[in-house]
């Protein structure tokens, strides 16, 4: 009811603005480093395995696949990534010594518990989940697990339930470090650090708002969008335009900013507007030259920069700044201002946020 919203129009605006929250609450505790914190026996799980299958669905399929830049980067164990309703029903070479992780908000999904069963079936028993619900039939299910804790999501379009994801996904990619010698006590005690440090990043993310909702009234009149990320940044990107279309019925599309020129510039016109999700990584020279690529053709770029990314608005180019740079965290504050910019479109539209056409808060049947 009302009283429950407080000072917001929707659940998706509170749930949004409940991330600094979401995340201490998810990071409590956690003063060091150590596979047991995704349960009993994890060390010796984490020890033995070669690779790493993740399954799962929607936004939690995109947690996933930021997983994996994490995951090989810093532990350099192969990760596999796959949407849960064509793992299930797809003729695969099962890795009895793969670690299957599965991802869910709500711990019920239909196909990813089906996927997590035919895993197991073919002979792949070591499982672990990352879920927010700590008595769903996933985390039953599962021999290892992490409870984010978000708290209840009542939006439809997942928000706080996917950075908590993120930051538990984290840590799960340090613990796998650290269980085969790969993370060193500095590097701990640094990503320790940038951790705890989130809640206050992404507040100071929150306070860009005002700044999303003039780019919103731009949005709302559009029936297209393209968004662009590159590396650890491209699944935030497809979160993006996930969100966007989910709740402000736009159509949109996100693609690896590399493969512009493969498909994609071919529809860039000065109605398409263009939002750029540009951290200043190593990637970012090359992030510039495929926005170039857009401005010749007349597209509006829409860029979330950060501190250091250095990036002017200029005619046709527009720039919103994140405050600090976040370095390999970066994806968990960069899908703040896309969450935001969805949901003051979408509210300029005057859609029904909170609980979009066609779809379901948790998908319980195939
Ligand atoms: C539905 C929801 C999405 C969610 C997906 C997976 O489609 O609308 O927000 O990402 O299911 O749900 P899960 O609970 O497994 O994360």
């Given at each position: 009811g009302a009283a429950e919203l407080g000072p917001y129009r929707h659940y998706m605006q509170k749930e949004i603005f409940e991330q600094p929250r979401a995340i201490a609450d998810t990071l409590e505790g956690v003063i060091s480093i150590m596979p047991e914190l995704f349960g009993d026996g994890a060390y010796k799980v984490f020890k033995q395995i070669d690779s790493v299958l993740i399954l799962a669905c929607g936004t939690s399929y995109y947690a996933g696949l930021t997983a994996k830049y994490w995951i090989e980067s810093i532990a350099k164990i192969p990760v596999n990534v796959e949407i849960a309703s064509e793992y299930r029903y797809r003729e695969s070479v099962p890795n009895p010594n793969a670690l299957v992780v599965t991802i869910s908000q709500s711990g019920e999904t239909?196909?990813?518990?089906?996927?997590?069963?035919?895993?197991r079936s073919l002979g792949m028993l070591?499982?672990?989940?990352?879920?927010?619900?700590?008595?769903?039939?996933?985390?039953?299910?599962?021999?290892?697990?992490?409870?984010?804790?978000?708290?209840?999501?009542?939006?439809?379009?997942?928000?706080?339930?996917?950075?908590?994801?993120?930051?538990?996904?984290?840590?799960?990619?340090?613990?796998?470090?650290?269980?085969?010698?790969?993370?060193?006590?500095?590097?701990?005690?640094?990503?320790?650090?940038?951790?705890?440090?989130?809640?206050?990043?992404?507040?100071?993310?929150?306070a860009l708002e005002p700044q999303i909702i003039s780019w919103a009234e731009e949005f709302a009149r559009k029936e297209n969008a393209l968004f662009l990320g590159r590396g650890l940044h491209y699944p935030i990107a497809l979160e993006g335009a996930l969100k966007l279309?989910?709740?402000?019925?736009?159509?949109?599309?996100?693609?690896?900013?590399?493969?512009?020129?493969?498909?994609?510039?071919?529809?860039?016109?000065?109605?398409?507007?263009?939002?750029?999700?540009?951290?200043?990584?190593?990637?970012?020279?090359?992030?510039?030259?495929?926005?170039?690529?857009?401005?010749?053709?007349?597209?509006?770029?829409?860029?979330?920069?950060?501190?250091?990314?250095?990036?002017?608005s200029s005619e046709g180019v527009h720039v919103i700044r994140l405050p600090e740079h976040y370095g390999q965290l970066s994806p968990i504050l960069h899908v703040v201002p896309l969450q935001l910019l969805a949901y003051h479109t979408a509210l300029a539209r005057g859609t029904d946020v909170d609980k979009p056409r066609n779809l379901a808060k948790s998908v319980t049947v195939e």
């Open positions: 239909a196909d990813t518990l089906a996927a997590l069963k035919h895993a070591h499982t672990l989940t990352v879920c927010n619900v700590a008595t769903s039939a996933m985390v039953r299910e599962c021999a290892l697990s992490y409870i984010t804790h978000a708290g209840v999501e009542v939006g439809v379009a997942s928000t706080k339930a996917f950075t908590t994801q993120l930051a538990a996904l984290f840590l799960l990619a340090l613990s796998l470090a650290q269980s085969k010698g790969r993370l060193s006590e500095t590097e701990e005690a640094e990503h320790i650090r940038a951790l705890r440090h989130l809640p206050v990043a992404i507040s100071a993310v929150l279309k989910e709740i402000s019925y736009i159509h949109a599309e996100a693609y690896p900013a590399g493969e512009l020129k493969h498909g994609p510039l071919a529809l860039v016109t000065k109605e398409m507007p263009v939002v750029t999700v540009a951290p200043n990584d190593t990637l970012i020279e090359k992030l510039k030259s495929n926005m170039q690529e857009v401005r010749a053709r007349g597209g509006e770029l829409y860029v979330f920069a950060d501190a250091d990314s250095r990036i002017t």
